[in-house]
């Protein structure tokens, strides 16, 4: 392939990255500009609700294959059977055609009995137009979980981007076309733009399959001649199929699970905020904030999801070859990315809440919230690496189980503490602690002591941790002294934004600097991730 000379997980890691975040910006864009289409919190609640149904529903059905395909694909092209790898993925991909045809039409027929049972009857016009985003991500899902397996990142980095530019755009304009129309058509309206995006993504990743194909065929053709030659049997499509639903079936469990406790929240927040004795459209406001910050919480764990993707197939390609040393290596560096990227944001949500949600458009009250769930990244990012490290030793099922007691958890929680007045919406955020806890204690057990993958947590933590205290010492005071100076002037947006960009590049500077004193990035583990990030780094003297 010519673009399959294989990226490290430190590159994979990189690209995917660098998508999520454009994504993940272009979505905090999005959230304040839909929120005051919809006319604040209350509004955004009706949207979200249809979303979450959406995204159960996706999971539910999708959400396994297109890591069994990056598996199966990665473990069929290391043994030599490249041409079975092909057959993998398309057969995943037919069976995903006729899943995601089936649950769009069933999705569409009881739009109406689903916003009732949701509590938010107004949702249904946006759950039966977001139905049909259901066959094409689908359909998508396959062909990126195919260029994952084959370790090459950019179809599925590039139609994340530009999927998401029209998501936002349609998005955008439909909602302003009929927001006259009510609240229920500017909801539709923005699940109609979903679907758009979707399927413009789809367009992408179908072109690079077809851009890649003659080197895949060439790839195969050798192949055969070298399998006969050393005797390699070929792998039966029955194996396949087995491998493929072996695969998916537990992966598709964990994320039905795990958005499913994220269906739980949404239906229960509010109904428990009614019960707590708050007023409906103060109980919808809630909700929707509390929605609106997990929009914030999800950017940092875009990007462990990228890693994810990444470390996946990494690691089943040394376990498939039973290399355990490499297995708790490239697990271990995960997790090193993983905190150094993740702990540096968990403090800057905390010391900077009040100026991000002021800049975002997201209010000026809400923001103890953000500061409140800053630190459920870390958990929910290692949970999910430690997912991928299990499913990529075979043990499929493992963090599956562990999740379903994370969702009895939470519903548990959320339905003693959010009732409570004094602590009301809080009291999801006290249940994602708790939840999160017990899988990552349980996964860390499997992973250690029965797989005998070592990682060493404290050796790759502390350094990350003493570098956001230094980068917070350094960047929270400067940012109090341009606020200070500038509000001699003025208080406004421009005043606010005019401190902060300083702030983050002072920040970013400071963390980096004290990383690399401590050791933390060397040289080597910059140009696995990217030479020409060591080589400008060296330009503009950061580095030797």
């Not at 979450?52 to 030599?80: M, W």
């Not at 129309?181 to 993504?201: P, Y």
């Not at 189980?401 to 009732?419: D, E, G, M, Q």
Request: aromatic share 10%; glycine share 6%; proline share 3%.
């Amino acid at each position: 392939m010519d673009n399959s000379k294989k990226q490290s997980v430190g590159a994979g890691f990189l690209i995917l990255s660098a998508a999520s975040i454009a994504v993940k910006l272009m979505s905090l864009v999005f959230v304040p500009v839909i929120r005051s289409c919809l006319g604040g919190d209350a509004g955004y609640s009706v949207y979200s609700t249809a979303y979450s149904v959406y995204a159960f529903i996706y999971v539910l059905t999708t959400a396994g294959f297109p890591v069994a395909i990056s598996k199966l694909v990665t473990e069929l092209t290391v043994t030599k059977h490249s041409e079975e790898a092909e057959k993998a993925f398309k057969t995943a991909r037919t069976f995903l055609i006729i899943i995601g045809a089936f649950f769009m039409a069933l999705m569409g027929i009881f739009a109406k009995p689903i916003a009732r049972f949701m509590n938010n009857e107004e949702s249904w016009a946006g759950i039966l137009c977001i139905a049909p985003t259901l066959l094409i991500c689908a359909i998508l899902s396959a062909y990126r979980g195919y260029f994952q397996g084959r370790k090459n990142m950019i179809p599925t980095a590039s139609s994340q981007i530009i999927e998401q530019i029209v998501h936002v755009a349609v998005s955008i304009l439909l909602v302003v076309l009929l927001k006259s129309k009510g609240i229920i058509w500017a909801v539709a309206g923005a699940s109609i733009g979903t679907a758009v995006g979707a399927l413009v993504a789809l367009l992408i990743v179908m072109y690079f399959y077809g851009k890649n194909k003659p080197n895949v065929n060439a790839v195969i053709i050798s192949e055969r001649d070298l399998r006969e030659k050393e005797g390699i049997l070929p792998v039966s499509t029955s194996s396949i199929i087995k491998k493929i639903f072996y695969y998916s079936l537990p992966i598709t469990l964990s994320s039905a699970v795990q958005y499913g406790g994220d269906l739980i929240d949404n239906k229960m927040i509010k109904s428990r905020l009614l019960d707590a004795g708050f007023a409906e459209f103060e109980s919808k406001s809630m909700h929707g904030a509390f929605m609106a910050m997990r929009q914030l919480i999800n950017v940092p764990v875009a990007l462990v999801t990228a890693l994810c993707i990444s470390v996946l197939p990494a690691v089943a390609s040394a376990y498939a070859v039973k290399n355990i040393k490499k297995v708790s290596e490239r697990a271990e560096y995960g997790f090193k990315l993983c905190y150094t990227v993740s702990i540096p944001v968990i403090a800057a949500m905390i010391a900077f809440a009040q100026p991000i949600y002021k800049l975002l458009g997201y209010g000026s009250t809400n923001y103890p919230l953000l500061m409140a769930a800053a630190g459920s990244v870390l958990l929910l990012g290692t949970m999910h690496l430690q997912s991928s490290v299990l499913q990529g030793v075979n043990r499929m099922f493992t963090s599956s189980v562990f999740l379903c007691l994370c969702v009895v958890i939470k519903a548990v929680s959320n339905y003693f503490l959010v009732v409570i007045p004094g602590i009301n919406v809080y009291g999801a955020v006290i249940a994602t602690y708790i939840s999160y806890l017990i899988p990552v204690l349980l996964n860390h057990y499997v992973i250690s002591k029965k797989e005998r993958i070592k990682i060493s947590f404290m050796k790759i933590i502390y350094r990350p941790v003493a570098a956001s205290v230094a980068m917070i010492i350094v960047s929270l005071p400067i940012y109090l002294l341009l606020r200070f100076l500038l509000g001699l002037i003025g208080d406004g947006y421009f005043m606010t934004l005019i401190a902060f960009v300083p702030t983050v590049l002072a920040a970013v500077a400071v963390y980096f600097y004290v990383m690399r004193k401590m050791g933390a990035l060397t040289d080597d583990e910059l140009d696995e991730i990217s030479p020409k990030i060591t080589k400008l780094l060296k330009r503009v003297h950061l580095i030797r």
